[in-house]
Structures are given as structure tokens and as C-alpha cells.
């Protein structure tokens, strides 16, 4: 799933909230560690990995600075396992953006139900 930003917000076109299923389930001991794979990827300015809760179900963020064409982006990344997949939830927005583009993540995470147990 892949939500975009509102033209009358912003006039990038790269920011957005991309919600997906990693093809291999991450064991959940492995899941910071996963998530600190995206240095390998050109990302710098790692958090530290912390906790969260997507409708009751515990999770690991981080944040970090992504290179982009024509300036830096930065993105939190989020995993989450259940029912035997692992969700990665990004959103990934220009670095000046990212303070607004927060709030509508959080509406995204606070509104989150399970469909399936």
C-alpha cells in the first residue's frame, strides 16, 4: 500500500507512506537488526532501534537520512510482526518535511486494525 502526500501539501513527489510485507518473515529477535540493514542502502544518521505498538502489537522503529535526487530525505522505518509476516511501514519524506509529515503517520498508526488475529 502506498500513501502519497496531498499535492496541496507539498509539491514532492517522493514523499509518501509505504506500507508492505517483507517477502521472508524476520524472526522477531532479528528485527533491529534488520532494520539497521538500511545503511547497507545508503542511509546514515540511524536512531537507536525503539519499541512501538500497532494495535496492540509490539514493533521496532528507526529514523534515518536517505540521499535523494535533488536533496536529503529522511524516512522512519517501522517493523511489526503478525500472523506470520513481517510489515514494514516507511514513510519517507524530504528531510525539511519530515517535522509535518509526522502527525499523518501517526494518524495512519492510530488508526491501524488487524484483520486477520
Do not use: C
Not at 514493533?59 to 536533496?71: H, R, S, V
Amino acid at each position: 500500500m502506498l500513501l502519497i502526500a496531498p499535492a496541496s501539501f507539498t509539491d514532492r513527489v517522493n514523499e509518501h507512506i509505504d506500507v508492505s510485507i517483507v517477502q521472508q518473515t524476520v524472526p522477531s529477535d532479528a528485527l533491529g537488526s534488520y532494520l539497521e540493514t538500511v545503511a547497507q542502502h545508503g542511509a546514515t544518521n540511524l536512531s537507536p532501534v525503539q519499541p512501538f505498538n500497532l494495535d496492540h502489537t509490539a514493533g521496532l522503529f528507526i529514523t534515518y537520512d536517505l540521499p535523494a535526487t535533488g536533496g536529503m530525505n529522511k524516512a522512519q522505518d517501522m517493523v511489526v510482526n503478525h500472523s506470520n509476516n513481517t510489515y514494514d511501514i516507511v514513510l519517507n519524506t524530504s528531510a525539511a518535511d519530515f517535522d509535518q509529515q509526522l502527525p499523518a503517520l501517526q494518524k495512519v498508526l492510530n488508526t491501524w486494525k488487524w484483520t486477520a488475529p
